[in-house]
């Protein structure tokens, strides 16, 4: 009765920042997370683990919504935030991390790698319509995220460019 999704994501881009404030936006989950679309609503669960609740998709009886934890790791030092899923919660399964490599002392190498199993629940009939739609929106969901990224990276600590809107999670 239903059906998983398979989605790998690899990206690489430069960015005009130093590795500090770049370290320090994507290891501090709920600031990085304010700049992912779609995003109804993101869970401290304790411990450095949060449960990302996206927006649903579909109309009436017949949606589509990601739930999914992770347990966020991170090393200032090396460069690297990592992500590996928690068991039983939700429909996704979802691991990844960013790894930082100066270029210069304003410029940084970012790379992303990002891996997701998403089960989605209506009829296996429909894997071959859905399951391209559905990695084509993750995959557009993180190419936003990225620009998101890179727009308040770029904009430093005290200027604004109006790109990227940071928003409070709803928290319960």
């Known amino acids: 009765m239903s059906f998983a999704v398979d989605v790998n994501v690899n990206k690489s881009f430069r960015v005009d920042t130093t590795v500090g404030a ?27 683990c949060y449960r990302w609740e996206m927006e649903r998709i579909g109309l009436d009886r017949y949606f589509i919504q990601t739930v999914y934890a992770c347990r966020y790791t991170s090393s200032k030092r090396d460069g690297k935030v ?37 089960t989605v629940a209506l009829p296996s009939l429909l894997r071959l ?12 969901l993180i190419e936003q995220y990225i620009s998101n990224l890179r727009a ?11 790109k990227c809107k940071e928003r409070t999670m709803r928290t319960r």
């Not at 370290?23 to 995003?39: M, Y």
């Not at 993101?42 to 450095?48: C, M, P, R, S, T």
């Open 82 to 118: 990592q992500w590996e899923p928690i068991a039983g919660i939700g429909n996704a399964d979802v691991a990844g991390r960013w790894i930082l490599k100066r270029i210069s002392e304003n410029s940084v190498q970012v790379k992303l790698t990002t891996t997701a199993r998403i």
């Open 152 to 162: 308040t990276l770029e904009a430093g600590p005290m200027r604004s460019t109006g």
């Open 22 to 48: 770049a370290f320090d936006l994507l290891a501090d989950v709920p600031k990085s997370v304010s700049h992912f679309p779609k995003v109804d609503r993101l869970a401290d669960l304790g411990k450095n």
């Open 129 to 140: 319509l859905l399951a391209g739609l559905i990695e084509n929106e993750f995959k557009s």
